[in-house]
């Protein structure tokens, strides 16, 4: 059925603006598009009970977005999935009005976009934002330094920052060495880490991507993928990524929002989706997925107080280990680096040197395990180790533990 937005929903958007939005790059609320004559005709009382079908039928109007609300917090990775026809792709055009929406807001630094006249929008699209496509986009008689060049050249960026600039983004996306190549003698995937490039040379503070690995092989289009979550290890960028296949959402994906007929389904954390989907809809989506194979080790770990500095002296923790109800104990270093583990019954009389640190009985057998490995690349160790699982970020940095319950409950959950 269509939703309509009465009067009221105008006062509950600006409250909702109003709350804190310091850390929301994107907020969108009550957003509509809709195709045919007269489309406020469709927001109409008489017409809020109508399915989509039913306003084709009277109206000739198609309702492409319905009442579509969320935020995009700063510097995470947000995927909208649908199927074709779900309005995905309409919603990402809006966003940057594109296309144009009927109804609704769109703010972006406390301001609404949708009251921009023309040389505001070209400032946001210039300036703010910038877009990756499915098919490249590229400029035939361009080499590839002048195609990431292309939008410093349009926003009036001088020659000499233009170069270095672009160089810089070449290198980072791996096409060091083909800057004086031409689109057609590169391979898709290439062509596409071009494309990439000329996006973030901008260095927008939104990134929008619409579908942008679909066309490539399953190799190359893995190897993108893993490419843009290094670039956003590094960069921490606000992208809106369009997709149509959930095991990429979910590889992905900070936040996941599933998309029908022009409205949000779901709107959740990858292993949310993945474990409680909203409807039969989603559920069906998750079906053919095993959830071992795109859960990782961080999205369930767990802070722990199990800790001990390698610098701690022995003399100073042992009464505290003792009287703990921990038996296994993270040793770290002075930059939170994990280090290996200590048992408890290392301190008890006769098994712990009398003077020295944590680190002289430290067990470096032990390492972490990466956060963003899949839980079921776990088992191996979890067979072997009886206790819990320490783990830890790209830079060897203690951020939590798995408990073994925890994991199995994972794993079966997966079944």
């Known amino acids: 059925m269509i939703q309509q937005v009465t009067k009221n929903n105008d006062n509950d ?28 005709k469709v927001l109409t009382e008489e017409y809020a009970n109508r399915s989509k079908s039913e306003i084709l039928d009277e109206l000739g109007n198609v309702v ?53 006249d023309e040389k505001e929008l070209a400032s946001l699209h210039r300036r703010k934002t910038a877009m990756v496509f499915q098919h490249f986009g590229l400029l035939p008689h361009r080499n590839v330094k002048d195609n990431v060049s292309w939008g410093l050249e349009i926003r009036g960026d001088d020659k000499e920052s233009r170069e270095v600039k672009a160089q810089e983004y070449i290198d980072l996306v791996g096409l060091t060495g ?16 071009v494309g990439l490039a000329r996006a973030l040379a901008v260095e927008p503070e939104i990134l929008l991507m619409d579908e942008p690995f679909s066309g490539l092989d399953p190799l190359i289009r893995t190897q993108m993928q893993d490419e843009l979550l290094r670039i956003q290890k590094d960069l921490h960028k606000t ?33 949310e989706v993945l474990t409680n989907p909203a409807d039969d809809y989603v559920a069906e989506f998750t079906r053919n997925i095993r959830s071992d194979e795109v859960v990782t080790a961080g999205s369930i770990a767990t802070s722990s107080n ?63 395990v990466y956060e963003e490995v899949a839980i079921r690349e776990l088992i191996p160790l979890a067979i072997t180790y009886e206790g819990p699982i320490p783990v830890v970020n ?9 408990s073994r319950a925890a994991l199995a409950d994972q794993l079966q959950d997966s079944e």
Not at 394 to 402: H, Y
């Open 239 to 271: 992208i809106i990524f369009i997709t149509h296949d959930l095991t990429e959402a979910v590889k992905l994906g900070d936040r996941i929002v599933i998309m029908r007929d022009g409205k949000v389904i779901q709107n959740a954390p990858p292993l």
């Open 64 to 116: 492409a977005l319905q009442d579509v609300t969320f935020d995009v917090k700063k510097g995470e990775t947000f995927v909208v999935m649908g199927l074709s026809g779900s309005g995905k792709s309409t919603l990402v055009r809006c966003l940057i009005r594109l296309i144009e929406p009927v109804s609704g807001q769109i703010v972006i630094d406390s301001e609404d976009i949708l009251t921009y």
């Open 178 to 193: 083909w800057e004086n190549a031409y689109p057609r003698a590169l391979s898709g995937g290439m062509q596409q880490r």
């Open 394 to 402: 790209d830079e060897g940095k203690f951020i939590g533990e798995i």
């Open 13 to 40: 958007i600006d409250t909702q603006l109003n709350n804190d939005t310091s850390e929301i790059a994107v907020s969108v609320r009550s957003l509509w598009k809709i195709y045919g004559d007269d489309p406020q």
């Open 306 to 368: 199990a800790t001990l500095k390698a610098s701690d002296s022995i003399e100073d923790v042992v009464g505290n280990v003792l009287h703990s109800e921990h038996q296994a104990y993270f040793v770290l270093g002075d930059k939170d680096e994990f280090l290996g583990i200590v048992l408890k019954k290392q301190f008890i009389n006769g098994n712990k040197p009398d003077i020295g640190t944590v680190q002289d009985m430290c067990d470096p057998e032990i390492k972490g």
